[in-house]
């Protein structure tokens, strides 16, 4: 049975109301993305094209001995999370990692974060491998504007480009949610805030993903990197207009700290990555969609 909403509250540093106190680890045992965000460093392509890649992230065997390093030195922890630095569901390794970390720390509070697409067929793995929390990154409801945000999915081994990839994508995303949702998991929902894209859009993903589940709602403003790194920074004033709009229609969360996939400590707060993951090596990407 995932843990409840109030609990998560208490003791997850992404669910609560005000500034985290608890921490949590994330485990960047997921290298490989299953579609192409424009505004992503890292691509499939070259995640599997360069050797040695896999050489920077941690296989699901390793990852109960970190969670032990980590909680030596940070005590706070109370969330094991994995957030990439690719997609969660595009391999089996989050589920492999869930299984190794729970058996040796049941008390860790099991958090996912996923682009999504493989959401609606993978649903009853996420329930069975006793997930608390989920993040679905849903950056637009509408095909349109999904396209403009993302080039393309794999979708069972296919290259789907444009309006029709984004449509999968979101079909997925939305019928995944309400799954998961159904299944009594709490359920984060992400959107990179993209002004001249999808800023005016954002109070219909907001309604859209309450509709089918999501509790909570985090607006990312865009780190402007790869084919949108010139686009400008969101203005105080757009993030504010967003999360008036969204506010309407669900719970927000506001004290994200765009987490890196290998972060370690309480958010905002303390940073041990360095010293958890000092043997492996820095995770190269700059961005997990926590
Ligand atoms: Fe990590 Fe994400 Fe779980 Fe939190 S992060 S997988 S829900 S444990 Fe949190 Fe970091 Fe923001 Fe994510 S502050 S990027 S919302
Ligand atoms: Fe994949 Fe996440 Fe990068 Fe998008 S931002 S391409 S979902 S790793």
Known sequence: MARSYSELQQNHPC??????TSGRI???????CNIACRFCERSINDTENRPGVTGRVLKPEEAADIVGKALAISPEIKVAGIAGPGDTLASDNAFKTFA???EKFPELIKCMSTNGLMLSERADEVIAAGIDSLTVTVNAVDPKIEAQLNDYIIWHGKKIEGIEGAKILIENQLAG?????????????NTVLVPRINGAHIAKIAET????????YNIIPLIPTAKLKDEPVPTCDEIHAARNAASKY?????????CRADAVGIPGKTEFASSVYADFGAVKENFSHG
């Open 15 to 20: 669910f609560g109301r005000h500034g985290a």
């Open 26 to 32: 994330h485990l960047p045992v997921c290298p490989g």
């Open 100 to 102: 190794l970390v729970g």
């Open 177 to 189: 949610i309400k799954k998961i949702a159904e299944a009594g998991i709490t359920i984060k929902v």
């Open 209 to 216: 993903v309450a509709a089918v589940g999501a509790t909570r």
């Open 250 to 258: 669900i719970e927000l969360f506001l004290h994200c700290n765009r």
